[in-house]
């Protein structure tokens, strides 16, 4: 694919701009990945608060949004290996906080990089992490750090993560697509964040969201989820604590 | 058979019975479940010596096969109750035992019933199973068993087989929908048969079966398998043992 072709746009390039990068989301995401509460209740905030921080890559052949990308700004003044266990959640939360406390930030943190099912396979991804990093260094920071997720631990949900981001593939590059790409551009493995993402729902809602029923309670594998979800009958509910991997790039 | 499209043939019907239902097996499963130890040595027997007990269901209108069952008969003189946890593998080896020592038969056994994809959904289960079930008649065998392979256990791969068997439906019948299929064409459900099939091969060859990776020795989820599948890298040894579920259709 021509390189040209594609071009990087920020919100207010597309006066549709959140609709579009809302359509990828829709077209890449297991349906269950989009009741994480904390992102539902604060997702406005990226483009209130962050609004520099959002951006997508756009095919200008076609005319439509190829990948999109979500990052914000947070500030963070110990070690990263104390990044925390709850990863995604967490940072975002932390974003939002210290942007509400007036504390200038030092660090950005990605949120997402999301490839259009369409466009994926054609190295877009890493022009999308290297984008990401332009922007924090246009801040003068020093890091970018993410709450990777792993696509393809999803089709390993027995194996636990702390085990699986060892795994690695003949070029010695570590065998997940994701944490590979990251790791070609320069990034290293800092740890993973096993509760990084939080999501709960009734069973009803767990039978609605996947393609499944639940009949007892006990652990279940969910298409798409990196690690086994656990359905409670009595309560009514089936939780899934999605691990990441926190990866940081130095700008 | 009131379909006229579709009939009932065997090899002694069709002369190029062989032809027809050549790759059949190939279309329904798994690569993995073609690698069968006890499937694999024994398959020839099938028309070698229970010919009449092979049938295919006939697309007269396509001139190919939507569907085909494969059964034999065997001595079983104990409790139904007390048909061995081994099903499916006792099963075919006993047939053959039987047959060489010219033991005189009493119960009918079917180890396969396969619709070929195409054909699903069209209402051709219930009469692939009066099929099998006209065999036992017409051989005057007094029963039949099945070591039966419930068909959406593979979604449910963390449930354990005795649980997932009392599964139901909101209307009270059998949530599977083959183990459905059987029990509203008379059958009874009598236990599971733990350890019906085993699998059995090298890292390479699970990888290549499944086009997964196996770096670490633990459980691993399959796509089409009905548990977790247990991999020793160090004995470079994966092992799949299929649970079935031992049902009888009484006449």
Redesign the interface.
């Known amino acids: 694919m021509d390189v040209n072709r594609f071009k990087l746009i920020a919100p207010p390039d597309l006066p549709n701009y959140r609709a579009l990068a809302g359509d990828i989301a829709d077209a890449s995401w297991p349906e269950f990945m989009m009741h994480d509460p904390i992102a539902n209740e604060h997702w406005h905030e990226l483009f209130d608060r962050f609004n520099e921080y959002q951006f997508a890559l756009f095919d200008t052949e076609n005319k439509r949004m190829a990948a999109m990308a979500n990052s914000l700004p947070f500030y963070w003044d110990q070690p990263l290996e104390k990044l925390p266990e709850t990863g995604w959640d967490w940072v975002f939360l932390r974003a939002i906080e210290d942007h509400q406390n007036g504390v200038t930030p030092n660090i950005q943190s990605a949120v997402q990089i999301n490839i259009h099912p369409d466009y994926q396979g054609h190295g877009l991804s890493a022009r999308m992490v290297q984008a990401m990093g332009a922007i924090g260094k246009s801040k003068g920071f020093r890091h970018l750090v993410a709450p990777v997720r792993p696509n393809q631990k999803s ?5 636990n993560i702390d ?1 699986y981001i060892r ?2 593939n003949a070029e010695g590059l570590p ?1 997940d697509a994701w944490l590979r790409v990251h790791v070609r551009v320069g990034a290293n493995i800092i740890k993973p964040c096993h509760e990084a993402m939080f999501i709960r729902g009734s069973r009803a809602e767990w039978e609605n969201w996947t ?3 639940f ?2 309670s ?4 969910v298409a798409g989820a990196l690690n ?1 979800i656990r359905m409670n009958m009595e309560k009514d509910e089936g939780i899934y604590i999605e691990p990441n991997v926190w990866m940081v790039h130095e700008l | 058979m009131k379909y006229q499209r579709f009939q009932v043939i065997t090899s002694s019907t069709h002369p190029e019975y062989r032809n027809l239902v050549r790759g059949l097996t190939r279309i329904v499963w798994p690569e993995f479940m073609r690698h069968e130890a006890v499937a694999n040595e024994n398959w020839h027997e099938l028309l070698d010596r229970f010919a009449e007990y092979q049938f295919a269901l006939y697309d007269s209108e396509n001139n190919r096969v939507a569907g085909m069952g494969n059964s034999f008969p065997l001595r079983w003189d104990g409790a139904l109750d007390d048909l061995p946890d081994t099903g499916w593998d006792w099963a075919f080896t006993e047939a053959v035992k039987n047959h060489k020592q010219r033991i005189a038969v009493n119960t009918h056994c079917a180890i396969q019933i396969v619709i070929h994809p195409e054909y699903r959904g069209q209402g051709l289960s219930s009469p692939m199973i009066e099929a099998v079930r006209a065999v036992t008649k017409a051989q005057g065998l007094q029963k039949l068993i099945i070591p039966l392979r419930p068909s959406e256990k593979s ?5 354990s087989l005795d ?1 997932y068997i009392k ?2 439906t909101d209307d009270g019948q059998a ?1 599977d929908p083959w183990l459905r299929a059987h029990v509203r064409a008379g059958a009874k459900i009598i236990k599971v048969c733990h350890t019906s099939k085993i699998i059995r091969g090298s890292r390479a060859e699970w990888e290549e079966w499944t086009k ?2 196996f ?2 020795s ?4 399959i796509p089409g398998a009905l548990n ?1 599948i247990t991999m020793n890298i160090e004995m470079d040894d994966g092992l799949y043992i299929e649970p079935n579920v031992w049902i009888v259709h009484e006449s």
Do not use: A, C, H, M
């Not at chain 2, 979604?155 to 449930?159: A, G, M, V």
């Open positions: 089709k390993y949900p027995l194996t085990d795994w690695t065998f393609s499944l029923k009949l007892q006990g652990e279940y594998v086994p | 979604k449910y791969p963390l449930i649980d599964w139901q949530f997964l990776k770096p670490q633990g459980r691993y989820i977790s």
